[in-house]
Structure formats: structure tokens, C-alpha cells
């Protein structure tokens, strides 16, 4: 009997790693210029967001591309073109910044493994950062 329950463990412990659900770690952001949460201390030409795994080049727009969409504070969008995807980064241009106050960067991107991810970061810029003429 003794020898059976030793059989029985041992096979357990060779198959249990086996078959085990392999851990599925998914894509996250590894930087975002501009910085989460920052006041800038100079006006954003572009917003630049880089994560662990390289993106999928994907050619349709919409709500399956990947995208990046800024809004200035009264939620006017100020992201220029389509969003350009270059191995683990996107980015986008931006319109010219006129107004202080906070502004909203909304990504959804597609990693390669399939991945879906959306999620938004704020950032603000100063008064004393905008020239009124």
C-alpha cells in the first residue's frame, strides 16, 4: 500500500507542473512622455507611450486600431493623425497647446500576443506655461 501511495505521488508531482495553467502575463506601460499624473515644464509636441511588448501594426481605424486620443481641458480632442506604432511605442502629434489646465490621453492598443489594452492618464500644464497674445 505503501508503494502505491508512493507511486501515486510521484506521478502527481511530475504531471501537476505539466499541466498546470501556464501564467499569462499581458501587456502594461512601461513609460508615457508625457509623464502620468505630471505638470509638464514644457508644452508636449507629441505623446509618446512605450510597453512591455511590441504592438500590432494594425491598418483599420476605429475602435479596433491602436490609438492614443489627447483632449485639451473643455474635451476637444487635440491629437492631430493617426496614431504611429513602432515595435513596443505609439505616438501621436498634437495641435498646437493654447490652454492651461489638465488634459486626458486615452490609449487602446492591441500587443502582439493579442492583448487588449485600454486605460487613460491625465497630465497638466500650467498657466505659466501659455503665452496669451
Known amino acids: 500500500m505503501k508503494s502505491m501511495l508512493a507511486l501515486i505521488a510521484g506521478v502527481t508531482l511530475v504531471v501537476a507542473p505539466v499541466s498546470a495553467p501556464m501564467a499569462s502575463a499581458h501587456t502594461s506601460l512601461l513609460a508615457a512622455s508625457p509623464k502620468i499624473g505630471s505638470t509638464v ?24 486600431a491602436n490609438s492614443i486620443i489627447v483632449t485639451d481641458p473643455s474635451g476637444k480632442k487635440i491629437s492631430v493623425q493617426e496614431s504611429l506604432v513602432a ?21 487602446r492598443v492591441v500587443a502582439s500576443d493579442g492583448h487588449v489594452l485600454k486605460s487613460k492618464y491625465t497630465f497638466k500644464i500650467p498657466k505659466s506655461l501659455i503665452v496669451y497674445k
Open 87 to 107: 515595435g513596443p511605442s505609439i505616438k501621436v502629434k498634437l495641435k498646437k497647446i493654447s490652454k492651461h489646465g489638465t488634459y486626458t490621453v486615452t490609449y
Open 41 to 64: 515644464s514644457s508644452i508636449p509636441e507629441m505623446v509618446d507611450l512605450t510597453f512591455d511588448d511590441d504592438l500590432m501594426k494594425l491598418s483599420s481605424v476605429g475602435a479596433k
